[in-house]
Protein backbone atom coordinates (compact mmCIF):
# COMPACT_ATOMS: atom_id res chain seq x y z
CA UNK A 1 0.00 0.00 0.00
CA UNK A 2 1.26 3.37 -1.05
CA UNK A 3 0.96 6.34 1.33
CA UNK A 4 1.62 9.81 0.10
CA UNK A 5 2.13 12.91 1.78
CA UNK A 6 2.39 16.22 0.36
CA UNK A 7 3.94 19.29 1.32
CA UNK A 8 5.19 23.08 -0.12
CA UNK A 9 1.60 24.91 -0.20
CA UNK A 10 1.38 28.36 1.26
CA UNK A 11 0.30 31.68 0.73
CA UNK A 12 2.07 33.62 -2.25
CA UNK A 13 1.38 36.84 -4.78
CA UNK A 14 0.50 36.58 -7.85
CA UNK A 15 3.17 35.62 -10.60
CA UNK A 16 5.70 34.17 -7.68
CA UNK A 17 6.42 30.57 -7.84
CA UNK A 18 6.03 27.64 -4.93
CA UNK A 19 7.20 23.54 -5.68
CA UNK A 20 5.22 20.96 -3.88
CA UNK A 21 6.30 17.99 -2.95
CA UNK A 22 4.48 14.51 -3.03
CA UNK A 23 6.39 11.97 -0.78
CA UNK A 24 5.69 8.06 -0.78
CA UNK A 25 6.49 5.25 0.51
CA UNK A 26 5.44 1.55 -0.30
CA UNK A 27 7.13 -0.79 -2.23
CA UNK A 28 5.07 -0.27 -5.33
CA UNK A 29 5.70 3.68 -5.63
CA UNK A 30 8.38 3.00 -8.10
CA UNK A 31 5.81 1.49 -10.50
CA UNK A 32 2.95 3.95 -10.15
CA UNK A 33 2.01 6.78 -12.59
CA UNK A 34 1.67 9.88 -10.25
CA UNK A 35 -0.98 12.75 -10.57
CA UNK A 36 -1.55 16.00 -9.36
CA UNK A 37 -5.01 17.64 -8.52
CA UNK A 38 -6.76 20.65 -6.62
CA UNK A 39 -9.60 21.39 -5.25
CA UNK A 40 -11.45 24.31 -4.00
CA UNK A 41 -14.58 24.03 -2.29
CA UNK A 42 -17.63 22.86 -3.73
CA UNK A 43 -15.99 21.84 -6.55
CA UNK A 44 -14.83 18.58 -7.74
CA UNK A 45 -11.59 17.40 -7.59
CA UNK A 46 -9.34 19.18 -11.07
CA UNK A 47 -6.49 17.59 -12.72
CA UNK A 48 -3.46 19.31 -13.06
CA UNK A 49 -0.44 17.08 -13.81
CA UNK A 50 0.86 13.55 -14.26
CA UNK A 51 3.31 11.36 -14.73
CA UNK A 52 4.47 8.20 -15.80
CA UNK A 53 6.59 5.98 -13.13
CA UNK A 54 9.45 5.75 -16.00
CA UNK A 55 8.89 9.69 -16.18
CA UNK A 56 9.11 8.96 -20.09
CA UNK A 57 5.40 10.65 -20.23
CA UNK A 58 3.65 14.00 -18.76
CA UNK A 59 0.64 15.42 -19.81
CA UNK A 60 -0.68 19.28 -17.92
CA UNK A 61 -4.32 20.45 -17.80
CA UNK A 62 -4.33 23.48 -20.54
CA UNK A 63 -5.03 26.14 -17.76
CA UNK A 64 -1.45 24.89 -16.43
CA UNK A 65 0.59 23.83 -19.32
CA UNK A 66 4.28 26.16 -19.87
CA UNK A 67 3.24 27.48 -16.32
CA UNK A 68 3.75 24.51 -14.13
CA UNK A 69 6.50 21.02 -14.15
CA UNK A 70 5.80 17.73 -12.86
CA UNK A 71 9.21 15.64 -12.13
CA UNK A 72 9.98 13.07 -10.06
CA UNK A 73 13.07 12.05 -8.05
CA UNK A 74 12.84 7.58 -8.02
CA UNK A 75 15.79 7.33 -5.55
CA UNK A 76 14.10 9.92 -3.28
CA UNK A 77 10.39 8.28 -3.72
CA UNK A 78 9.06 11.77 -4.64
CA UNK A 79 6.98 13.66 -7.12
CA UNK A 80 7.38 17.51 -7.56
CA UNK A 81 5.03 19.82 -8.88
CA UNK A 82 6.82 23.83 -9.80
CA UNK A 83 4.32 26.04 -10.12
CA UNK A 84 5.65 29.30 -11.77
CA UNK A 85 3.74 32.75 -12.80
CA UNK A 86 1.09 31.45 -10.10
CA UNK A 87 -2.54 33.11 -10.98
CA UNK A 88 -5.12 33.56 -8.19
CA UNK A 89 -7.22 30.72 -9.75
CA UNK A 90 -4.92 28.23 -8.69
CA UNK A 91 -5.63 28.86 -5.36
CA UNK A 92 -7.01 25.61 -4.13
CA UNK A 93 -5.86 22.32 -1.86
CA UNK A 94 -3.19 20.21 -4.04
CA UNK A 95 -3.24 16.05 -3.41
CA UNK A 96 -0.92 14.22 -5.01
CA UNK A 97 -2.32 10.39 -5.90
CA UNK A 98 -0.43 7.33 -6.83
CA UNK A 99 -2.25 4.36 -9.18
CA UNK A 100 0.05 0.77 -9.73
CA UNK A 101 0.96 0.66 -13.82
CA UNK A 102 2.41 -2.40 -15.82
CA UNK A 103 4.24 0.14 -18.18
CA UNK A 104 6.59 2.65 -17.47
CA UNK A 105 5.01 5.61 -19.49
CA UNK A 106 1.56 4.85 -18.12
CA UNK A 107 -0.37 8.20 -17.51
CA UNK A 108 -3.74 9.38 -16.19
CA UNK A 109 -5.51 12.53 -15.97
CA UNK A 110 -9.11 11.02 -14.19
CA UNK A 111 -9.46 11.24 -10.31
CA UNK A 112 -11.45 7.58 -10.41
CA UNK A 113 -8.11 5.95 -12.12
CA UNK A 114 -5.97 6.70 -8.58
CA UNK A 115 -6.04 4.54 -6.07
CA UNK A 116 -3.59 6.02 -3.01
CA UNK A 117 -4.37 9.67 -2.04
CA UNK A 118 -2.19 11.93 0.23
CA UNK A 119 -3.99 14.39 2.60
CA UNK A 120 -3.55 17.46 0.72
CA UNK A 121 -1.58 20.88 1.09
CA UNK A 122 -3.21 24.74 0.82
CA UNK A 123 -1.89 26.67 -2.10
CA UNK A 124 -3.41 30.71 -2.18
CA UNK A 125 -2.78 33.06 -4.38
CA UNK A 126 -3.70 36.04 -3.88
CA UNK A 127 -3.89 39.09 -6.37
Known amino acids: QVQLVESGGGLVQTGESLRLSCAASGRTFGRSAVGWFRQVPENAREFVAT????????FYADSVKGRFTISRDRAKNTVYLQMNDLKPEDTGVYYCAARETSMDNYIYNSAKSYRAWGQGTQVTVSS
Open 51 to 58: ISWGATST
